[in-house]
């Protein structure tokens, strides 16, 4: 008897290849090893993806839209700016994204970013997206611009600092801390 056939999909693959990168980094998005952790021929790869390169685009893609634009949206609905950025506070600390730990599907995509020129540029998009988001809700709670970006971008520094902590110290990477700091910062009446 054959075994059954697998049907996969564009986002299995690419699922399949940011689970590589937040266990091994970008070296190991290798198609001979997603092929074989998905129990598939290489040629299932190839009916989705044109090489190697196609899938890295595509997980760029999906950091960019799913850990990024889709908890923004996940908060829009929230009438009011601080609790809008209270919930995508608490929707960054998830410890799994489509089944991956997020804190080092982050972390590799930044090394990523420190040796390749479109990781870079993507990731330098996103973390201004992110900034920028931050910015405007602390704006619509009545912080000068000046201030709302300077909070922002501490705030921002914190979270990044949250996930390299989880990697090698999980005590020290407490998601209570970071909460605190957010609400010292929601709190706060935006004076220097």
Same mark, same amino acid.
């Given at each position: 008897?054959?075994?059954?056939?697998?049907?996969?999909?564009?986002?299995?693959?690419?699922?399949? &290849?940011?689970?590589?990168?937040?266990? &091994? &980094?970008?070296?190991?998005?290798?198609?001979?090893?997603?092929?074989?952790?998905?129990?598939?021929?290489? &040629?299932?790869?190839?009916?989705?993806?044109?090489?190697?390169?196609?899938?890295?685009?595509?997980?760029?893609?999906?950091?960019?839209?799913?850990?990024?634009?889709?908890?923004?949206?996940?908060?829009?609905?929230?009438?009011?700016?601080?609790?809008?950025?209270?919930?995508?506070?608490?929707?960054?600390?998830?410890?799994?994204?489509?089944?991956?730990?997020?804190?080092?599907? %982050?972390?590799?995509?930044?090394?990523?970013?420190?040796?390749?020129?479109?990781?870079?540029?993507?990731?330098?998009?996103?973390?201004?997206?992110?900034?920028?988001?931050?910015?405007?809700?602390? %704006?619509?709670?009545?912080?000068?611009?000046?201030?709302?970006?300077?909070?922002?971008?501490?705030?921002?520094?914190?979270?990044?600092?949250?996930?390299?902590?989880?990697?090698?110290?999980? %005590?020290?990477?407490?998601?209570?801390?970071?909460?605190?700091?957010?609400?010292?910062?929601?709190?706060?009446?935006?004076? %220097?």
């Amino acid at each position: 008897m054959t075994a059954p056939q697998i049907s996969l999909t564009r986002t299995d693959w690419t699922l399949a &290849g940011l689970g590589a990168l937040a266990e &091994g &980094g970008v070296d190991a998005v290798k198609i001979d090893r997603l092929a074989k952790s998905l129990q598939v021929s290489r &040629g299932s790869f190839y009916w989705h993806f044109k090489d190697r390169h196609d899938l890295l685009a595509d997980l760029l893609t999906l950091w960019e839209t799913d850990l990024t634009d889709q908890l923004i949206a996940n908060a829009w609905d929230i009438p009011n700016a601080a609790d809008r950025l209270r919930n995508v506070a608490l929707q960054a600390m998830d410890r799994l994204v489509h089944g991956v730990d997020a804190a080092k599907a %982050e972390n590799a995509l930044r090394a990523w970013a420190a040796v390749d020129d479109s990781a870079r540029v993507t990731m330098r998009r996103v973390d201004a997206s992110r900034i920028a988001y931050i910015a405007a809700e602390l %704006e619509r709670l009545g912080r000068p611009a000046d201030v709302a970006d300077v909070a922002a971008r501490g705030l921002y520094m914190t979270l990044l600092g949250l996930f390299v902590a989880r990697t090698y110290n999980p %005590e020290l990477a407490d998601d209570r801390a970071w909460m605190a700091i957010v609400n010292v910062v929601l709190d706060s009446d935006g004076a %220097e």
